[in-house]
């Protein structure tokens, strides 16, 4: 297959001679020479039959829900072709890649709009290698069919130069929730925030579609993703552990056994579980709720039969460290200290968020320079969790709840209620980078601030 580059070589043609030397590289499609993509999405409504009876009319890529799984090879050239078939403008959004800003996904760094009923093409060079993944990065303000409250969601896995491979059969794992509306919880002065009525893993409801089959003595590796818009989800699997071998997709210093594992909005694990517990099990949210609604997956061992066994999981809350080492950090180059706090909306509104006391558009811009090291202290003085995402650069975990680490290298922080937590970026990707907590109401009001090269 020819890149456009090389579609240009073959063809003769020069960039100049094509009057692109002015045009930047997202250009239309109109204005290019028709190559196949390496990647195409089409953005269209679709309807997902999550259970017998449970249909979910949503937006999708090419037809279902999670998107196609998406793999290339670590730092190979490819086009990348979105086609939006809705009324709204779109953006995909190349989570926790190292992609040039007008490919991005953000709105904020300058990538265009995919427009209503159009379509744009890209170049991107995948990279890092690992668990990526790619979604929609439009707002929703509290619009709940927008933003990443539908099923714009798919995995991006990224080959490293050479896989070691070293497991028997590989599983991609989407966690979803579905039906959201505007309820009240938490304190009595506290905005809107959301419900659900059902919950998916991929496609399926518990209990609905096929089981996952295993055999005895195999190592599974589960690569799971919260793709929830607003909650943590914490999955458990009765009689196995769950080896977490990578977090968001980069290898773990500590390959640590785990009962529980929970992630943040946005946040990937990749999990090795050696089956040696023949039977017919529930891999499923811990939360009974969650569960209930659907946040699940039969686990079936050959020549096994019958119900699917849940056991209570015992309540063990996440500690990133487990998977850390003890290395020391250098001193960084500079250091921005960052307090959150939310303004509440008092039931009659949704919470606004800050970032030392201002709200996006208005919060200071992080500014860097190429080749240093910076450290982020976070400070969250609020009652909720908040998933940080970073775009365009990976960041080691320094310490978090006041425990030091090393080697946790992550896109997307879970940081606990009223607790802080400091992590280090390299300054190695020059360009405009966004910086905001991925729940998505949070986002939409004001918890965003923005990176950029001095
Ligand atoms: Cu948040």
């Not at 799971?224 to 699997?237: K, M, P, Q, R, Y």
């Not at 659907?294 to 015992?314: F, L, Q, R, S």
């Not at 606004?352 to 202290?377: C, E, F, H």
Request: aromatic content about 10%.
């Amino acid at each position: 297959m020819l890149n456009r580059r090389e579609f240009l070589v073959a063809t003769g043609a020069s960039a100049a001679g094509l009057g692109l030397a002015s045009l930047p590289h997202f250009s239309p499609l109109a204005a290019l020479p028709l190559a196949k993509p390496d990647i195409s999405l089409r953005i269209a409504p679709v309807t997902v039959e999550i259970a017998l009876g449970v249909a979910i009319k949503t937006i999708g890529y090419n037809g279902k829900v999670p998107g196609p799984v998406l793999r290339t090879r670590e730092g190979k050239r490819a086009t990348v072709e979105v086609h939006n078939d809705t009324d709204m403008p779109e953006l995909v959004h190349w989570h926790g890649q190292f992609v040039a800003s007008d490919v991005d996904g953000s709105e904020e760094e300058g990538t265009p709009l995919v427009p209503a009923h159009g379509s744009r093409r890209y170049t991107i060079v995948p990279a890092p290698s690992g668990t990526r993944y790619y979604h929609t990065h439009m707002a929703s303000k509290g619009e709940l069919e927008r933003g990443t409250f539908n099923g714009q969601f798919g995995f991006f896995y990224v080959e490293p130069k050479s896989e070691p491979g070293n497991y028997d059969q590989e599983f991609f794992l989407a966690a979803h929730q579905w039906g959201p509306s505007l309820a009240h919880k938490g304190p009595q002065n506290n905005g809107w925030e959301i419900a659900y009525e059902h919950a998916s893993i991929n496609d399926k409801a518990l209990g609905h579609g096929e089981p996952i089959r295993v055999k005895k003595g195999q190592r599974v590796l589960l690569r799971f993703l919260n793709a929830s818009a607003t909650d943590d989800i914490a999955f458990a699997l009765p009689g196995h552990k769950f080896k977490v071998i990578a977090l968001d997709g980069n290898p773990v210093p500590v390959q640590a056994e785990v009962e529980i594992l929970t992630l943040g909005v946005a946040e990937r694990a990749d999990a090795i579980v050696e089956m040696n517990n023949p039977g017919v099990w529930v891999l499923g949210a811990a939360s009974d709720e969650d569960r209930g609604m659907g946040m699940g997956v039969v686990i079936e061992y050959a020549n096994e039969k019958g119900e699917p066994a849940w056991v209570k999981p015992p309540k063990i809350p996440w500690d990133y460290t487990v998977f850390g080492g003890q290395a020391k950090h250098p001193e960084p180059d500079g250091t921005f200290d960052l307090t959150f706090k939310k303004i509440p909306g008092e039931r009659v509104t949704f919470n606004r968020w800050t970032i030392n006391d201002k709200s996006w558009p208005d919060t200071d811009p992080l500014v860097v320079q190429a080749g240093k090291r910076y450290r982020m202290i976070f400070r969250n003085q609020t009652g909720d969790t908040h998933p940080l995402h970073l775009h365009r650069h990976s960041f080691e975990i320094v310490s978090i709840g006041g425990k030091p680490t090393s080697g946790i290298m992550k896109d997307v922080l879970n940081i606990a209620r009223f607790s802080e937590a400091e992590v280090e970026f390299v300054a190695d990707h020059p360009g405009l980078s966004l910086f905001h907590c991925h729940m998505q109401l949070h986002m939409d009001f004001g918890f965003m601030a923005m990176v950029k090269y001095a």
